[in-house]
Every structure is written in structure tokens, then in C-alpha cells.
């Protein structure tokens, strides 16, 4: 794997349910920003989850390998305990941070990229 430029980093605690959707809207629209010169890492920090939330990335990473990295921390360490490791293993030179729940919408990481390169 490359030195990404982008990396966001997901926190994760039982989105079991969430996460197909996650992936659905996630990866189209990083792909997207592939196709304008960036190269991208999707941390996902699985913060102790007691559902099948880890299986479900283990699964995401079979398939995207190239640009999905997992983190599967043994117990529930809270948010922030999350985030924090996952910043410790992003490579790129720009680290977003991005909720599994949707709450924000990853179609509009590509606006505040090219806001953050004006």
C-alpha cells in the first residue's frame, strides 16, 4: 500500500447494522476523489463492539484491501480512546475523522478536501 494523502479515520462501537450502509456511501465517494489525484486509507477503530461489528470489517477488509485498514481494540475504551488510535496508525497528510452512524455524510469529504488544498 502507498503513502495515502487522505485518511479518515472511523470509530466503531456495535454499527453492526449501520456499517453496509457506511461502506455503501464510503467508498464511492473516496473513489471519486481517487479519480482527482488523491489516494486515500479508511481506518476503522472497532472500540471493544460486543456485536458483529468487527466481523463486518474483517469482511470489508477482504474486499478492499487496498485501502481499509482495521483496528480491533480488545475492550470498549470510549470515542476519543478510538479516534486516538487510529491517528496513531494514519499515514496521510490530511486525517479526517468521520462517525460510522452517518451522521455525517461522506459524499461531502470531498468538498472539505479541496477547501483544506485551496
Known amino acids: 500500500m502507498t503513502t495515502?494523502?487522505?485518511?479518515?479515520?472511523?470509530?466503531?462501537?456495535?454499527?453492526?447494522?449501520?456499517?453496509?450502509?457506511?461502506?455503501?456511501?464510503?467508498?464511492?465517494a473516496l473513489d471519486a476523489l481517487r479519480e482527482q489525484g488523491e489516494t486515500y486509507e479508511i481506518i476503522f477503530v472497532n472500540d471493544g463492539s460486543r456485536d458483529r461489528s468487527a466481523a463486518l470489517l474483517r469482511e470489508q477488509f477482504a474486499r478492499r484491501p487496498d485501502v481499509t485498514r482495521a483496528i480491533l481494540l480488545a475492550a470498549n475504551a470510549g470515542q476519543h480512546m478510538a479516534i486516538m488510535a487510529g491517528f496513531e496508525h494514519a499515514r496521510g497528510e490530511i486525517i479526517l475523522t468521520l462517525d460510522a452512524d452517518l451522521q455525517n455524510?461522506?459524499?461531502?469529504i470531498g468538498k472539505l478536501v479541496a477547501k483544506m488544498r485551496e
Do not use: C, D, M, Q
Open 4 to 28: 495515502p494523502t487522505l485518511s479518515v479515520v472511523i470509530p466503531v462501537y456495535n454499527e453492526e447494522a449501520g456499517l453496509p450502509a457506511l461502506f455503501a456511501r464510503l467508498y464511492p
Open 105 to 108: 455524510p461522506p459524499e461531502e
